[in-house]
């Protein structure tokens, strides 16, 4: 049974700078992207960051402001969030997609709740 379990959230003034972790448990092959997505109240799961090995996407709000990193040997993430701004307040959530010959799976963590206060 895979699991991605996220620290790191919390509460911080705007300005600030938060780092956001993800590790994923159990023995795992083939995994294809790790990355962050958020949702906040009453919006939509919009993308942050996700990284494949050949290339790295990021959201448009958070564009020079927030950096992915992964470990591929370790199967972990880290978002590192810095020029915090009240509206990236949301539930961040990992993601992880592991791709066989012939099925793909898609594992998401429980969420960590990342609020800026102005």
């Known amino acids: 049974q895979v699991q991605l379990v996220e620290s790191g959230g919390g509460l911080v003034h705007a300005g600030g700078s938060l780092r956001l972790s993800c590790a994923a448990s159990g023995s795992i092959a083939n995994v294809y992207l790790m990355g962050w997505y958020r949702q906040a109240p009453g919006k939509q799961r919009e993308l942050v960051a996700v990284t494949t090995s050949s290339t790295t996407n990021y959201g448009q709000s958070v564009k020079g402001r927030f950096t992915i990193s992964r470990d591929t040997v370790k199967n972990t993430t880290d978002l590192q969030m810095n020029s915090l701004k009240p509206e990236d307040t949301a539930v961040y959530y990992c993601?992880?997609?592991?791709?066989?010959?012939?099925?793909?799976?898609?594992?998401w963590g429980q969420g960590t709740q990342v609020t800026v206060s102005s």
């Open positions: 993601k992880m997609v592991v791709l066989t010959s012939t099925l793909v799976y898609d594992y």
